[in-house]
């Protein structure tokens, strides 16, 4: 197959990741949790190589959720490692032209954790490449309810005209501001719900569910998912 104009050529603007399965991953194999965590890490940089070579203008991974926290401290530590590691190898890898964008509240994090993200973020900033983006402490409705807060104190101080907040103006205080919506959304482990992730900006995605457990999902598990993305109708709510 020509995988080369996949992407291109089925018009693909933004692919969202749940990454889920590593803990039953793990659990397979007889190993702790945080094992799973650390193989799911490196298919996570496997499946970002082979969103550049397919050419996806924009992917967001789904990193770790806001409801994450209530995991035990020593696999929410080792998350957070692992999530470290990736920024220092950014920065050293010159990020392939990356533009690293991460997604969520970043208050709860711990200042190590942040201050690094900044400075990915930061030395991507002028890169031209595809946009790859980390939620990290992210839940959509939190990030509509944030956006909802920054609207109203607009609103009270005079600067916004609640007649000029159309969905594009809305959109613009949300993590994503700049980004195109989700077209495709990619959920591996079996489990069929979107769990809070973009929940605003995957109105209109299409879901394809895969029964790999994330650590093992492979390019050609990417690859199907985009083909099965190309054989939907897709529609917009018109005929
Ligand atoms: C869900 O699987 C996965 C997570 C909560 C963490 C995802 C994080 C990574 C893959 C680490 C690497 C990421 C970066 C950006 C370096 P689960 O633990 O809920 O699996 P289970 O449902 O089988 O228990």
């Not at 659990?27 to 094992?35: S, T």
């Not at 920065?91 to 400075?119: C, H, T, W, Y």
């Not at 990915?120 to 939620?135: F, P, R, Y």
């Not at 299409?206 to 985009?226: C, G, Q, Y």
């Amino acid at each position: 197959m020509d995988t080369e104009n996949l992407v291109h050529s089925l018009g693909i603007r933004h692919i969202g990741i749940i990454m889920d399965g590593n803990g039953r991953w793990a659990k397979k194999h007889g190993l702790p949790r945080k094992m799973g965590h650390s193989k799911g890490a490196d298919t996570f940089r496997n499946c970002l190589n082979s969103c550049i070579k397919l050419g996806v203008p924009c992917v967001t991974f789904y990193a770790f959720s806001t409801e994450n926290w209530s995991r035990p401290k020593e696999e929410v530590d080792s998350l957070m490692r692992l999530f470290c590691t990736f920024m220092d190898e950014m920065m050293k890898l010159q990020s392939k032209n990356i533009r690293l964008r991460f997604l969520g509240d970043r208050k709860a994090l711990p200042d190590d954790v942040r201050k690094k993200m900044a400075e990915a973020e930061e030395m991507t900033v002028n890169n031209t490449g595809m946009w790859c983006c980390i939620a990290l402490n992210y839940g959509g409705r939190e990030e509509i309810l944030n956006a909802a807060r920054k609207i109203s104190e607009l609103y009270h101080s005079g600067k916004l005209d609640l007649q000029s907040l159309d969905e594009e103006r809305f959109s613009s205080f949300l993590y994503t501001d700049g980004l195109p919506y989700v077209d495709l959304v990619i959920r591996p482990s079996g489990e069929k719900r979107l769990s809070n992730f973009l929940i605003w900006q995957a109105a209109y995605a299409e879901f394809v569910f895969m029964d790999v457990l994330w650590p093992d999902f492979s390019e050609n598990d990417l690859i199907d998912a985009i083909v099965e993305y190309g054989k939907r109708d897709r529609r917009f709510g018109g005929v």
